[in-house]
């Protein structure tokens, strides 16, 4: 098992670097975050001991239970998954960072559980990229407006934007909705919200990283190619097929 999840985290780097040499970018711009739903925290810290640091949980329920084992690590434990308001409290007990921030009411919750800790919070606000129904994030036209709204709250680290870009086996469909995610953030900057000037991109996952990288991502968030596809019930979890 270590010797199989190290070997996959050393091909998922060479992709990483290839993607980027192609692309005429610097291997250092682009990180990778552990996709961990349903991966044992033993697995997990096969891992983390080769030298990862960022892991994204998608269930609370996962960030609570991995907790006593990952929490004694040297690790960034961002929450990548659709996150419901009555959630909020539980998930800042783990969480560095909110990838899915995708809605003014958990902004809100966000806020005022945050003001009570007296702290910050790093977030991303999802896109919904590929304008799905079965998938969450803002609607693309609704971003910038939303980005103005949530920079008032002092409370909100805005690091950048995420989504799940268009899932499918001819990989130039993918294409539009991940560097429609780049636009959208050229958009921002030549709006000068803010005076924001550096937002990363958390895009790509293990079918589509190399298209995504080619399209500015900074942050590409892997599972299935490194921990394999993993069982849930009578079902097999692959992050290629899942919103």
Not at 1 to 9: A, R, S, T
Not at 18 to 33: E, I
Not at 77 to 89: D, E, P, Y
């Amino acid at each position: 098992m270590k010797n199989e999840i190290i070997f996959n985290l050393l091909k998922v780097h060479q992709r990483i670097e290839n993607a980027c040499k192609a692309s005429g970018r610097n291997p250092s711009d682009v990180q990778l975050l552990l996709a961990t739903k349903t991966v044992p925290a033993d697995r997990i810290r096969i891992a983390i001991e080769a030298g990862e640091t960022l892991i994204g949980e998608n269930k609370m329920q996962e960030l609570r239970d991995k907790n006593d084992i990952l929490s004694r690590l040297p690790t960034e434990r961002h929450f990548i998954g659709h996150l419901q308001t009555n959630k909020v409290k539980d998930v800042l007990k783990y969480a560095t960072c909110i990838q899915s921030l995708d809605r003014l009411n958990l902004a809100d919750e966000l806020h005022k559980q945050l003001l009570n800790q007296n702290r910050k919070l790093d977030v991303f606000v999802q896109v919904n990229t590929s304008y799905e129904e079965s998938k969450f994030g803002l609607e693309p036209e609704n971003v910038l407006d939303f980005i103005k709204i949530i920079k008032s709250y002092e409370t909100l680290n805005l690091k950048g934007l995420m989504t799940i870009g268009l899932l499918d086996v001819e990989k130039e469909k993918m294409r539009p909705s991940l560097r429609l995610l780049k636009t959208i953030r050229d958009q921002i900057y030549a709006d000068q919200i803010d005076r924001i000037t550096d937002l990363k991109l958390s895009m790509g996952m293990s079918q589509d990283l190399e298209i995504a990288i080619e399209e500015g991502s900074n942050m590409v968030r892997i599972g299935t190619s490194i921990f394999g596809n993993r069982f849930l019930g009578k079902e097999i979890w692959n992050e290629n097929l899942a919103e």
